[in-house]
């Protein structure tokens, strides 16, 4: 496996063969329906940041994701993945603990949060695996009414020196 800042055409590429799941997912969230606007919508978004990665195999896209801060020392995490997710878990997972996640959390990152479409337990599984853990069920999250599962991980420091209102 390989990891690199993923090109327009990886990201394109995944969206376009992700998951069942993941497109389920995405879906539910993106104002479009369908996999080639759902792809095209992922790639508009995506590939105007530097930090989305790529995870190869054999040269072929496998999964895109990122670690975003949209919120001052918040950052969430999205991935999609086609059904070669499986070939590559194991080394993306060390990948992200061991190299990613630490260098968020050494830039002041105290919380790590990802939402996923209920009933995805491959992601839900994933994410736990990645040391995230199950906060909240949010019924009504998607467009739809889909309901959704906020998981994060959370620094044991945080809150420990904020503000109070």
């Given at each position: 496996m390989r990891v690199e800042v993923a090109t327009p055409s990886d990201i394109l590429d995944v969206a376009r063969n992700m998951r069942d799941s993941d497109l389920r997912e995405f879906s539910a969230m993106l104002p479009v329906d369908g996999r080639e606007p759902v792809a095209q919508e992922v790639l508009r978004r995506h590939a105007a940041y530097d930090d989305t990665i790529c995870a190869s195999l054999a040269g072929i896209p496998v999964a895109i994701g990122a670690v975003r801060v949209f919120r001052p020392?918040?950052?969430?995490?999205?991935?999609?993945?086609?059904?070669?997710?499986?070939?590559?878990?194991?080394?993306?997972?060390?990948?992200?603990?061991?190299?990613?996640?630490?260098?968020?959390?050494?830039?002041?990152?105290?919380?790590?949060?990802?939402?996923?479409?209920?009933?995805?337990?491959?992601?839900?599984?994933?994410?736990?695996?990645?040391?995230?853990?199950?906060?909240?069920?949010?019924?009504?999250?998607?467009?739809?009414?889909?309901?959704?599962?906020?998981?994060?991980?959370?620094?044991?420091?945080?809150?420990?020196?904020?503000?109070?209102?």
């Open positions: 020392n918040v950052a969430t995490l999205f991935f999609l993945a086609t059904g070669q997710f499986r070939q590559i878990a194991m080394p993306l997972t060390r990948f992200i603990r061991q190299r990613l996640f630490p260098e968020i959390r050494a830039a002041g990152v105290h919380r790590i949060e990802c939402i996923s479409i209920d009933g995805h337990e491959q992601a839900h599984r994933w994410i736990k695996i990645l040391g995230l853990r199950h906060e909240a069920v949010c019924k009504g999250y998607g467009k739809n009414g889909e309901t959704f599962h906020q998981f994060a991980w959370v620094s044991p420091h945080a809150g420990k020196t904020g503000r109070r209102g």
